[in-house]
């Protein structure tokens, strides 16, 4: 795992192929009641384009539970909300799940550090699915 202090994304690498580690979240995701809002193909999309690009898929996912109060303490919350997982497969073919990390966003946001754990399930997800 390794965390960019700049931009405050996360990445954990896997030995899943991209779509492996997309079904493993999108189960986890589900088995924890949390919503996924969309998939996007990012590769997919670029190759409708005539472009090539390695696999790369990004989750949007959710819970207004958690979510809300976030966006109710720092209104500027919503537009890093819903949270994302990136998963994506290098040209050298190593693949990784990305996120943000909440520790980043609180400080981005200036969330109240009780509502950390609001957020916090992007990272246990990814680990968990990097398995």
């Known amino acids: ?68 109060p976030l966006m109710l303490a720092s209104p500027s919350a919503a537009i890093d909300l819903p949270l994302k997982a990136l998963v994506a497969e290098s040209s050298d073919g190593t693949v990784t799940i990305s996120y943000n990390s909440s520790e980043y966003l609180q400080q981005r946001h200036h969330l109240p550090a009780d509502l950390l754990q609001n957020i916090a399930v992007a990272g246990a997800l990814a680990a968990k699915a990097a398995e």
Do not use: C, R, W
């Open 1 to 68: 795992m390794s965390l960019n202090s700049t931009t405050g994304i996360i990445t954990i690498p896997t030995t899943h192929t991209v779509d492996q580690a997309v079904e493993k979240l999108k189960a986890l995701l589900d088995a924890k009641g949390v919503t996924l809002f969309a998939v996007i193909d990012h590769s997919g999309e670029a190759e409708k384009a005539g472009l090539k690009m390695p696999p790369t898929k990004l989750l949007i996912f959710g819970n207004p539970k958690g979510g809300t």
